[in-house]
């Protein structure tokens, strides 16, 4: 059974910094694409922010790009979300996303796997 657990969301302010973190388990790490996606509310649509694809590969949402990085950790059970600079518009639940395959895209029913998710609030 796969398994992600998101942790590391918190309040913080404007302008600070957050590292999210995911760890996964019960399956073959390297043969999973993996994104961070986030919702931004009640009635809201997830947004993907993040992907990480089996080779290396990252894409970032515009409204993200400069600021937040996804990466894999040593322990490669571990995806990270850094999220420097946060604004307002950043408080979201945020959920990482796992799927199957060598790249990974934007639409989040297409992927298999999900965390439970970690808050960020970020206040003025």
């Known amino acids: 059974q796969v398994l992600l657990v998101e942790s590391g969301g918190g309040s913080v302010q404007a302008g600070g910094s957050l590292r999210l973190s995911c760890v996964g388990s019960g399956y073959l790490y390297t043969n999973y694409c993996f994104a961070w996606f986030r919702r931004q509310g009640p009635g809201k649509e997830r947004e993907g922010v993040a992907i990480i694809n089996t080779d290396g590969s990252v894409r970032y949402a515009d409204s993200v790009k400069g600021r937040f990085s996804i990466s894999k950790g040593n322990l490669e059970s571990i995806l990270y979300l850094q999220m420097n600079n946060l604004q307002l518009e950043d408080t979201a639940m945020y959920y990482c996303?796992?799927?199957?395959?060598?790249?990974?895209?934007?639409?989040?029913?297409?992927?298999?796997?999900w965390g439970q998710g970690t808050q960020v609030t970020v206040s003025s």
């Open positions: 996303a796992a799927h199957p395959s060598r790249f990974c895209g934007w639409n989040g029913p297409d992927y298999r796997h």
